[in-house]
């Protein structure tokens, strides 16, 4: 597609519910990053990945946070037993692999509300 | 860790006057890149400007200028002609120079333009 496309845009789940966002980064690009981003708050660093692994995944903030990538492409974001401090703009984000210093291109994040 | 530093939360400047955004990093790496990012209310994270640190040459995209101080670790952006449009939250980033790695985000500054 032409830009980073994030789904579902908004969600609202009940607290202790699983949930799925769903990233789809720009075609050819094989870097993918997640970042979460609290009211008011900067970005903060969940998970990286180059191709189908992730070498980077420091940033998840418990074991109730995964991610996995598939074909080289589309990413899934799963928060297991919701908190109400996991409500957050979840970002998605790719670039081109190869090089240094390559642009980082963002989606318009999915909002999520924990109830 | 590297880390990037606003020290302004929140600016404001009146329409066709010109701003200044204040970002200061700590790394003890010598090859890097910095960048402005744009978040108006869409949540749309917008590359503004991107800086090689092994340039010394300030870059420049139309009214959006940064003053790069290597020695210093100063990164400032300045917004010449402001218009309504550059409404929104900006933040600082920084980006290692070795393969692709994840941005580090400052907390942002909020900026409105006053008409």
């Known amino acids: 597609g032409a830009g980073v496309s994030q789904s579902p845009s908004n969600k609202v789940t009940e607290k202790g519910k699983d949930v799925e966002l769903r990233c789809d980064p720009i075609s050819g690009h094989t870097a993918l990053y997640w970042y979460r981003q609290s009211l008011g708050q900067g970005l903060e660093f969940l998970i990286y990945?180059?191709?189908?692994?992730?070498?980077?995944k420091s940033g998840l903030p418990s074991d109730r946070f995964s991610a996995e990538r598939t074909g080289g492409s589309v990413s899934t974001l799963t928060i297991q037993r919701t908190q109400q401090e996991d409500s957050a703009v979840y970002l998605c984000a790719s670039s081109l692999a190869g090089g240094t210093g390559n642009t980082i291109y963002f989606g318009e994040g999915s909002w999520l509300t924990v109830v | 860790a590297q880390t990037v530093t606003q020290s302004q939360p929140e600016m404001s400047v009146q329409e066709a006057e010109t701003v200044t955004l204040s970002c200061t990093y700590d790394?003890?790496?010598?090859?890097?890149?910095l960048f402005w990012y744009k978040q108006p209310p869409s949540r749309q994270m917008i590359l503004v400007i991107r800086q090689e640190a092994y340039k010394q040459q300030n870059a420049t995209e139309n009214r959006f200028s940064v003053n790069f101080q290597k020695a210093a670790k100063s990164f400032s952006l300045k917004i010449s002609d402001s218009q309504l449009g550059d409404t929104a939250m900006y933040f600082c980033a920084f980006m290692r120079g070795s393969g692709n790695t994840p941005l580090v985000f400052g907390k942002g500054t909020r900026l409105s333009v006053i008409a």
């Open positions: 990945f180059q191709g189908n692994s992730a070498p980077d």
């Open positions: 790394t003890s790496e010598n090859n890097y890149y």
